[in-house]
């Protein structure tokens, strides 16, 4: 493995601006990819002729290559590693910031979302609520910050409020509520969606209520609604209990309204695509 002297470069994976004029590459001698592989670095020999042949081409020093091709196996592992703890956290892969369009019908307040996207909300354990009617991108909003959470390496879990409170009340069955619980409660970022679309029975009224005040001050969460918190409270099995809870979420979360039309019905055939989920 040969390379030369200077010239200063950027890192990360190789793009267009990085190549090689005419695309040239170096082969790679054998003993450098049983070595590359040995040390758990196999993915570098999918990029390491471009960057040898960069080197050559913009005489790099040994440091100036050595810096890059280790920015580069840096990338691809954080890159892995979101991917991985996004699965974790059951986060959709495709409801990314980069693929929510803003401009696709939804209205929201651009400064509280700048805000939320900042995360400042995890250093303050501070909560999210996101509100509004049907298909709106609710989810996908909320997915996004989960998305960016993870990259930051926070922890997250996101669950629909159906699904989670089935989830703990089948915990009791085989005694495994407490640690359960212990997840939930000490998770960065817990996102719980879809909350308040039916009545909720005395146990998942309670459930929600020791989630929120185990969580106060302490952890964010985020929970997306088709209904205002107050309209949370008579669907709950407990008045008082559901008013701690809501008042604890509300005087510690930022509320984001979204309105505009479904975008489900802008993706019926001959439609033009909006935002998604």
Do not use: C
Not at 233 to 262: C, F, H, K, N, W
């Amino acid at each position: 493995m040969t390379a030369t002297t200077n010239d200063p470069t950027t890192s990360g994976p190789a793009g267009p601006a990085d190549r090689p004029a005419g695309g040239l590459t170096v082969p790679l001698d054998p003993d450098l990819t049983a070595l590359l592989r040995r040390l758990k670095l196999g993915k570098a020999v999918d990029t390491l002729p471009e960057r040898l042949a960069l080197a050559k081409t913009n005489r790099m020093s040994h440091t100036e290559f050595l810096t890059l091709v280790l920015a580069d196996e840096a990338t691809r592992r954080d890159s892995t590693s979101a991917a991985l703890r996004a699965r974790a956290a059951h986060l959709d892969p495709g409801m990314r910031l980069e693929t929510f369009d803003p401009d696709g019908g939804p209205r929201y307040d651009r400064t509280v979302w700048a805000e939320l996207t900042s995360l400042r909300l995890l250093d303050l354990a501070r909560g999210a609520l996101i509100l509004g009617p049907v298909g709106v991108g609710k989810t996908h909003l909320a997915t996004a910050l989960g998305h960016i959470a993870v990259r930051r390496r926070a922890s997250v879990a996101f669950h629909r409020a159906d699904q989670l409170f089935r989830t703990l009340k089948a915990a009791r069955l085989d005694a495994t509520l407490p640690a359960e619980m212990r997840r939930l409660v000490r998770v960065d970022l817990l996102i719980i969606d879809d909350f308040a679309l039916q009545a909720m029975d005395p146990v998942a009224t309670a459930d929600f209520y020791e989630l929120v005040v185990e969580r106060h001050h302490k952890a964010s969460t985020i929970i997306t609604s088709n209904r205002e918190p107050a309209e949370w409270i008579p669907l709950m099995a407990d008045t008082l209990l559901a008013q701690s809870a809501v008042d604890r979420l509300t005087s510690t979360s930022y509320e984001l309204v979204v309105e505009g039309e479904s975008y489900r019905r802008r993706q019926r055939p001959g439609q033009t695509n909006g935002a998604s989920a």
